[in-house]
């Protein structure tokens, strides 16, 4: 039904890669969340307040938590169509992120306080009333969270937004929350156990993990998370239709939120080909233009030509990591033009245990190569080896993405 109200409003099939379709998808996820969970607060209020029931009033305030995270949502996403400016270049979009963290908050502050009603309800228990009206309350809640789910998971993998696959992720455990609370009541009514109280707390700590959850995933993307990889392939591929290019190097996806991207990447490729390379370069900017809607930065940089002083340096330097006893290694080793100097540049491959030695590595490299030459410049790039790097590409274009 929300893909259909998408058709109608675009006046036909909408082009989901499309930044105007995205917005729309979820600016139609947030509305639709608002309307739901304001239904569904009410109903459970009502229903809780009739019934003397901690737990259903619980599950209700979650609700209305829930609505207010959508509020928050939906005014992150208007504030994120706002373009560039002389303020802020690179536009608003990571805004909807600054409202994801203070909507998280939100929502743990919320359930720390419902705990502190439940503790109350177990310490001074009141029977709840059961009729079949709380009942039907509970199912239909669970059906409605569950319908959510759905499109708030759908409408995530289309906008690529962190909020909606956190709000799709809160719509399960409301839905297991409720679900609680439809269990302890149905055994209330037939054993006379007095397990409200308990069932609240169990739903307040529902709504403070989904919160807790919910700010660290946003907070993840703050920080910078890897690029989806499918995105770094096309990347890759468009590069490699161009064989002048020789390698390609330190590429990255800047990530500035709701669709918008700034890719950096260095191509190397040999003197002789400097006109196809500028050209190549050209092109691909275009492409990636086309096919992401985004700005593109490409350095080129000249190779040397020169095997036996390139496997002579890599020699000098691998002399100094035997020093380590062969936890660290050195990967894409070359040589770059740079006027009356000539760069050095590889990757350094070390384990965690000699991060704090990093710095001391590296000095120690670029002293023993500078015994052959002054004019030797090094750019080294330090790695934390892991178990992923083991699955790096060993091609000539190797991945080496960020996320910013």
């Given at each position: 039904?929300?893909a259909q109200?998408?058709?109608?409003y675009?006046k036909?099939?909408?082009?989901i890669?499309?930044v105007?379709?995205?917005?729309?998808?979820?600016?139609?996820?947030?509305?639709?969340?608002?309307i739901l969970n304001?239904?569904?607060c009410?109903a459970k209020i009502?229903t809780?307040l009739f019934?003397?029931?901690?737990?259903i009033?619980?599950d209700g305030?979650n609700?209305l938590?829930?609505?207010?995270?959508?509020?928050m949502?939906?005014?992150?996403?208007?504030?994120a169509?706002?373009?560039?400016?002389s303020?802020h270049p690179f536009?608003h979009?990571?805004?909807e992120w600054i409202?994801?963290i203070?909507a998280?908050?939100?929502v743990v502050?919320m359930?720390g306080q419902?705990?502190h009603t439940a503790?109350?309800?177990?310490?001074n228990?009141?029977?709840?009333l059961?009729?079949?009206?709380t009942?039907?309350v509970?199912?239909?809640?669970i059906?409605?969270k569950?319908?959510m789910y759905?499109?708030?998971r759908?409408?995530a993998?289309?906008?690529?937004?962190?909020?909606?696959?956190?709000t799709?992720?809160?719509c399960?455990?409301?839905?297991a929350?409720?679900?609680?609370v439809?269990?302890s009541?149905?055994i209330g009514?037939?054993?006379?156990?007095?397990?409200?109280g308990y069932c609240?707390?169990?739903?307040s700590?529902?709504?403070v993990?989904a919160?807790i959850?919910?700010?660290?995933?946003?907070?993840?993307r703050?920080?910078?998370q890897?690029t989806d990889?499918?995105?770094?392939?096309?990347?890759?591929r468009?590069?490699?239709?161009?064989?002048e290019?020789?390698?390609v190097?330190?590429?990255?996806?800047?990530d500035y939120g709701?669709?918008y991207?700034?890719?950096?990447?260095?191509?190397?490729?040999y003197?002789?080909?400097s006109?196809?390379?500028?050209?190549?370069i050209?092109?691909?900017?275009c492409?990636?233009?086309?096919?992401?809607h985004?700005?593109?930065?490409i350095q080129?940089?000249?190779l040397i030509?020169?095997?036996?002083?390139?496997a002579h340096?890599q020699?000098?330097?691998?002399?100094?990591?035997?020093?380590?006893?062969?936890k660290?290694?050195?990967?894409?080793?070359?040589?770059?033009?740079s006027g009356r100097y000539t760069?050095i540049a590889f990757d350094?491959?070390?384990?965690?245990?000699?991060?704090?030695?990093e710095?001391?590595?590296?000095?120690e490299i670029e002293?023993e190569?500078?015994?052959d030459?002054?004019?030797?410049r090094?750019?080294?790039k330090s790695?934390?080896?892991?178990e992923?790097?083991?699955?790096?590409r060993?091609?000539?274009?190797?991945?080496?993405?960020?996320?910013?």
């Open positions: 039904m929300m109200l998408i058709k109608l675009f036909g099939k909408a082009n890669s499309d105007a379709v995205k917005r729309a998808y979820a600016s139609l996820s947030s509305v639709a969340g608002i304001l239904l569904l009410t009502v809780g019934s003397r029931s901690v737990a009033s619980a305030f609700n938590s829930d609505a207010g995270i959508s509020l949502t939906l005014l992150g996403f208007q504030i169509r706002y373009g560039r400016g303020t536009g979009g990571r805004f409202m994801g203070f998280s908050l939100a502050l359930g419902l705990i503790v109350q309800s177990i310490v228990p009141q029977k709840p059961f009729s079949v009206a009942v039907i509970l199912v239909l809640s059906l409605v569950a319908y759905f499109y708030n759908q409408f993998k289309v906008t690529n937004s962190e909020t909606l696959k956190a799709a992720a809160d399960i455990s409301d839905a929350a409720t679900g609680a439809l269990l009541t149905v009514h037939i054993t006379g156990w007095q397990i409200d609240g707390a169990v739903v700590g529902f709504i993990i919160g959850k919910s700010l660290w995933e946003v907070l993840g703050v920080m910078g890897a990889q499918s995105m770094i392939d096309d990347v890759l468009t590069v490699e239709a161009y064989p290019i020789a390698a190097q330190n590429l990255m996806v800047h709701f669709g991207f700034v890719i950096s990447l260095r191509v190397e490729g003197r002789k080909d006109e196809q390379l500028y050209n190549a050209h092109e691909i900017s492409t990636l233009y086309k096919q992401f985004c700005d593109c930065f080129a940089d000249y030509d020169d095997d036996v002083l390139t340096l020699d000098k330097a691998e002399i100094v990591l035997q020093r380590y006893g062969g660290v290694s050195i990967d894409h080793f070359r040589l770059l033009e760069t350094l491959l070390y384990p965690a245990e000699l991060q704090k030695s710095e001391v590595i590296c000095q002293k190569l500078k015994t030459n002054l004019q030797y090094t750019i080294i790695i934390l080896r892991r992923r790097y083991g699955s790096h060993r091609n000539k274009f190797k991945n080496q993405e960020d996320n910013q």
